[in-house]
């Protein structure tokens, strides 16, 4: 193997890295399997937490649409409905999940109007 072979293979993967970072980091990417029993795990997550904090009894219903941002982990922002015992309504999640330090937090649960 060459030098000049060698410095080419390197400026290739840096390159192919910053285009990857520049494509996903910091920015909101729509989930597009919204079915994905982990995007459902995370959902599940928001309203029993949602209820622990609130004494509530919601239960999720549906995962309607989504995206995730990747940061210091990746935010999950999740349009929702849940019902109670009588009625469902719809909600905007966010959840933070830090899968490599087993971290997750509810960081936004609010009410939309359809
Ligand atoms: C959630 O729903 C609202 C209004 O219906 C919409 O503007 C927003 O883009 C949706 N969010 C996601 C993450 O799809
Ligand atoms: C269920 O939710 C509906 C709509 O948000 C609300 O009007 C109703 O009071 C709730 N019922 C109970 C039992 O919490
Ligand atoms: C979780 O999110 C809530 C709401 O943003 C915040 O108040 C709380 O400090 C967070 N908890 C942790 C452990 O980061």
Redesign the pocket.
């Known amino acids: 193997m060459n030098l000049q072979y060698v410095v080419l293979l390197i400026s290739v993967l840096l390159a192919s890295t910053t285009v990857r970072n520049q494509a996903t980091l910091g920015v909101w990417n729509p989930i597009k399997n919204i079915n994905d029993p982990y995007v459902t795990e995370i959902a599940n997550y928001a309203v029993d937490e949602h209820d622990k904090r609130t004494g509530l009894n919601l239960k999720l219903e549906k995962v309607i649409n989504g995206e995730t941002k990747i940061v210091d982990g990746i935010i999950y922002c999740l349009n929702i409905t849940a019902t109670n015992s009588s009625a469902s309504s719809k909600y905007n999640i966010a959840v ?1 999940d830090k899968l490599s330090q087993h ?1 997750r ?4 649960f609010v009410p939309i109007s359809d």
């Open positions: 933070l971290f937090n509810l960081t936004s």
